[in-house]
């Protein structure tokens, strides 16, 4: 079976909110038509950060619906953020918005999510989850509430900032143990269980989360917006995130489908492995 994958979609940052829902539509499902031009695949990853609006991750949804005979997605920290005072009063939570993703995107009979689920399909084994993170000591809280927009956008009724942070990362943990003696082919996550031994950066409490044990053969993950694939202790990790549009050297206007060549070494396309 070979599975095409990618993360950190950002496609509002490509193809902006626009009040002509007509065009945004139009161009939305063009930049996905050109970003899976490559595809490869029976199936379909995507493994969160679509957009900080939920008709358009649904218009992704639809799009690559058409193309893949399967689509698994998880979401990511900003699928939960809500920057309007019209998607507060509409989602009341970060956890309502997600939610309501998930119902409009089980109205696309071969799309599934993995959050805190799994999946079996054509005798493969998939799960998955955002897996939220865990500040670790006054630096990864720091971080967290002075640099990162999570503390900002995030919202979780009858939490505060950091107490809603905590309790989502315990649904995620609460679930993930129960996984220990069960067979996986692929994991999903948005948030990786470990650093990236090719990332630039410093690890990053709100970057990774700590499991006790990886037991799939391959995992693909996101979040730190970095583009490649390692092997940890037998496992596989695939890494394919597309990030903002200026962290592109040949920067693409906004508003525009990107050219084949977009970058000295990032590319704007799916990648691909086989199991």
């Known amino acids: 079976m070979k599975i095409d994958y990618v993360s950190d979609l950002h496609i509002n940052h490509w193809i902006p909110w626009n009040n002509n829902q007509l065009k945004w539509e139009k161009r939305t499902r063009e930049l996905v038509k050109r970003l899976i031009s490559n595809r490869n695949g029976e199936v379909l990853i ?76 054509k005798g493969k084994v998939f799960a998955g989850d955002v897996m939220w993170y865990l500040p670790k000591g006054i630096e990864g809280w720091d971080f967290f509430k002075g640099v990162s927009n999570d503390s900002n956008y995030i919202s979780i009724n009858g939490y505060s900032k950091e107490d809603g942070v905590r ?53 693909i993950c996101g979040h730190e917006h970095l583009q490649t694939e390692f092997n940890h202790e037998g496992t596989s990790f695939h890494m394919n995130c597309i990030g903002y549009p200026y962290d592109y050297d040949k920067y693409p206007s906004v508003n525009e489908i990107p050219g084949n060549e977009v970058d000295t070494y990032k590319k704007f396309e799916v990648k691909t492995f086989e199991i």
């Open 46 to 121: 995507i493994a969160g950060d679509f957009t900080e609006w939920n008709q358009q991750a649904i218009w992704v949804l639809d799009e690559v619906a058409k193309q893949y005979e399967k689509v698994y997605f998880t979401h990511g920290n900003h699928d939960l953020y809500l920057l309007s005072k019209n998607q507060k009063r509409k989602y009341s939570d970060s956890l309502g918005r997600v939610n309501d993703l998930v119902k409009k995107a089980g109205d696309i009979k071969n799309v599934t999510p993995l959050i805190k689920s799994m999946d079996t399909f």
């Open 167 to 219: 309790a989502m990362w315990k649904d995620s943990m609460d679930w993930y143990e129960t996984l220990e003696k069960t067979h996986i082919d692929v994991f999903v996550s948005h948030v990786p269980p470990v650093h990236n031994p090719f990332s630039p950066f410093e690890p990053n409490s709100c970057y990774m989360v700590d499991v006790p044990f990886i037991n799939a053969k391959h995992w």
